[in-house]
Each structure stands twice: as C-alpha cells, then as structure tokens.
C-alpha cells in the first residue's frame, strides 16, 4: 500500500516568486493535513482539508493557502516567499476526520529560500 | 503557554536499556495521542497511537496514557542504537472542524552501544 507522496522533495526558490507543493494521499484516506517545520518553531500545522473543504487553518499568513482535489490530492501554495519560509513542509493524511483516526506523513518537501 | 510539552534532551541511554519518554498536554479535550520517531533530514514516522487510558503494547514500544494527569510515555524496551532519533508527541484535538495535532518540541533520544 503506496504512503503520502509528496512532490517536490527539495527545492530552491528566490525571495519573492511563490511555490507550489503537491501531495497524493495514502488510498482511500480523505484528509489531508499540511504541516511545516523548522528548527525555530517546530512542527506546526498549517491547514487541513477533507471532501474539498478548508475544516482548519492554524496561525499563518495569507501567503500560504491551499486546496484539495475530487481525488483527495492536496497543493499548498506560498506566495511572495520570504528567507523564514525555508522549512521541511509535511502532507499527512487520515481515511477521515474524527478522533482515533491515525494520521501519516510524507517524507516532505524541502523547500530553501535564498 | 506551549500546549504539548517535552524534555528536549538529549536522553542518553545504554543499549539494551529501557527509555523512557513523557509528555504532558494542555488541553483536557485532547482526545488522540501519537508519538513519532524521527531521524535527522527524515520525516516523522507513526510509532504509536493511543486513544484511551492505560498501556498499549506493540513490539518493544509501550504508550502509556493517563487523561486525568494529562501525560503520555513511550517506553522502548531493550533500546538500540538505531533507536537513536528525536521522538515527537503529538495531540489531536479533534474539534467540530477537524483534525489537528499539536506537536511537542520532540525528545532527542541517544542509544549508546
């Protein structure tokens, strides 16, 4: 059974252009969850979608948005890049929404703003 | 206030030894608790998950519950070297939206052969 896939894996940009992150859910899951992490702040959650609909947002700004598919496939959009916006950027994914649900992660996009 | 809390460590054990792991959370509507293991440039990786009070087992890893005092442990048995990693808590609370884990800031975990 074929995990999180998320494209690209790594990835350079310049301060100023936006970036485009995908992700393939594992089979038959319906949530797809964003994460970014760095050394500073950790994991934090940035959204989280199911039947394509926005159900959480956590504390970012509007440069960061994304969207989900009919298919469960998920993108993250940043916009107007800034250095502070390097981080590993994590999909997770759960079958649906609710406690006692596991929930996966991808191996990541590594994203570096130079 | 940071919702899920950690010791960073690093926690050094000997091989073959049993480590052990708390956390403690904020929010007594927590409902899912999960710890992740991760090696340095990896992603996280699912080790345990536990929904209710008490201790469940899998392989060498035992969760350890307790909603009242508002802690979660992971012991690993017999630790071995390549048990060496950061290991994240995580918390879902789970709210009319959706799901949403909260991590701690991760234990830095050291198996010493």
């Known amino acids: 059974k074929a995990g999180v896939t998320q494209t690209p894996r790594y990835l350079i940009k310049t301060r100023g252009q936006q970036v485009t992150l995908s992700c393939s859910p594992i089979?038959?899951?319906?949530?797809v969850s964003w994460y970014q992490q760095t050394p500073g702040q950790g994991l934090q959650f940035l959204f989280e979608?199911?039947?394509?609909?926005?159900?959480n947002k956590g504390n970012f700004p509007g440069r960061f948005s994304g969207r989900q598919f009919s298919n469960s496939r998920s993108e993250m959009n940043v916009s107007t890049l800034e250095l502070g916006d390097s981080a590993l950027y994590l999909c997770?994914?759960?079958?649906?929404?609710?406690?006692?649900?596991?929930?996966?992660f991808g191996e990541g996009s590594w994203l570096t703003v130079v | 206030q940071k919702e899920v809390e950690q010791n960073s460590g690093p926690l050094s054990v000997p091989e073959g030894a049993i480590a052990s792991l708390n956390c403690t959370y904020s929010d007594r509507g927590s409902q899912s608790f999960f710890w992740y293991r991760q090696y340095s440039g990896k992603s996280p990786e699912l080790i345990m998950s536990i929904y209710s009070n008490g201790d469940k087992e899998d392989g060498r890893f035992t969760a350890q519950l307790n909603k009242a005092s508002q802690y979660v442990s992971l012991l690993i048995r017999d630790s071995q070297p390549s048990d060496s990693a950061t290991y994240l808590c995580a918390v879902n609370i789970y709210n009319n939206a959706g799901n949403m884990l909260t991590f701690g800031g991760g234990t830095r975990l050291m198996v010493k052969p």
């Open positions: 997770a994914s759960s079958r649906t929404l609710g406690s006692g649900n596991t929930i996966y």
């Open positions: 979608y199911f039947s394509e609909t926005q159900r």
């Open positions: 089979s038959g899951h319906r949530s």
